[in-house]
């Protein structure tokens, strides 16, 4: 079992920035998939963005430029460094944990085996 906590949610207005952060305890593999997804009241779950230990980084395309995923391997972390925020992403974040490589094309929530709790990030127009 995987354990994931993730940090850093909160309250900005449009325009602003939030980093999250997201901790992988427990039967952790040294080669793993760290993804961020969120999910609005209503809507289905989106993966925004993913990161493997070897660092290939995926990204959904509405946040291209403006959103930074990075890790730390050692400390099991992953991080979302959130810019340029637009209301319309008020929404829970979820980290999500797979062993191996993040998949490609299109990944969903099935992809990955283990949740976080999730972090609200509100943005205010």
């Known amino acids: 079992q995987v354990q994931l906590v993730e940090f850093g949610g909160g309250s900005v207005q449009a325009g602003g920035s939030l980093r999250l952060s997201c901790v992988a305890t427990g039967d952790t593999s040294k080669w793993n998939c760290m993804a961020w997804f969120r999910q609005a009241p209503g809507k289905e779950r989106e993966g925004v963005a993913s990161?493997?230990?070897?660092?290939?980084?995926y990204y959904v395309e509405s946040v291209k430029g403006r959103f930074t995923v990075s890790r730390d391997n050692a400390k099991n972390t992953v991080y979302l460094q959130m810019n340029s925020l637009k209301s319309e992403e008020t929404a829970m974040y979820y980290c999500?944990?797979?062993?191996?490589?993040?998949?490609?094309?299109?990944?969903?929530?099935?992809?990955?085996?283990?949740w976080g709790q999730g972090t609200q990030v509100t943005v205010s127009a």
């Open positions: 990161m493997y230990t070897g660092g290939t980084i």
């Open positions: 999500a944990y797979k062993t191996g490589y993040c998949p490609g094309g299109r990944w969903g929530p099935s992809n990955f085996a283990y």
